[in-house]
């Protein structure tokens, strides 16, 4: 009989049945659990970015204001890269001077976009990527909605001069930076949900 048993082998009982559903009902939270978390840490190094670009940009250009507006230019290396302050109207380095309400809404709707994302946001070099994005794009908005000459219509503080190239500040180069790893992170195939996918 016992040997018997041992071939056939002894059929589940309730309670072990009972106790792998709630074995496997409790991984499978666990597992939720831990995809909340990871989200949510991308999601904080997101804003981290984006405040520290974007509270940068903008202590630059109060002291640029300040302290460098109206005066000569200040020579950082020689002639090949000056400190010297303008008003931009246009868009990064000077372009379209004449749709400043129109990049004023792009910028808007960038900054919108990013924070949607950032739901679905599962990878920490993306998080960097879109935070740079989004605290460039902070800084510049706030420009064209507090700055003269009007709301939507204000002129951005640009001063970081090199030699023979458009005058910008940190805000745009935070965006041309974030530009650049997400066409990076793209070509090695690493999506925003922390996927990799290869074509």
Known sequence: MAEAER???TPDTPDDSDERTV?????????????????????????????????L???SKMLVVAKLEHHAPIEVIGDLLELHAIRNPGAAFGFG????????LIAAAVIVVIIRLARKLYSFPWAIALGLLLGGALGNLTDRIFRAPG???????????PKG???????????????ILIVLLSFRGLDPDGTVHKD
């Open 7 to 9: 071939i056939i082998g």
């Open 23 to 55: 074995a496997a009902g409790a991984g499978e939270q666990q597992a939720a659990a831990g995809q909340r978390t990871g989200r949510g840490r991308r999601i904080a190094v997101l804003f981290a970015v984006a405040g520290f670009a974007y509270a």
């Open 57 to 59: 940009d903008l202590i």
């Open 97 to 104: 001077a004449a749709f400043t309400i129109i990049f004023t």
């Open 151 to 161: 709301i939507f219509q204000g002129e951005v503080v640009d001063f970081i001069a």
């Open 165 to 179: 190239f458009a005058v910008f500040n940190l805000a745009d180069s935070a965006i041309v930076c974030g530009g």
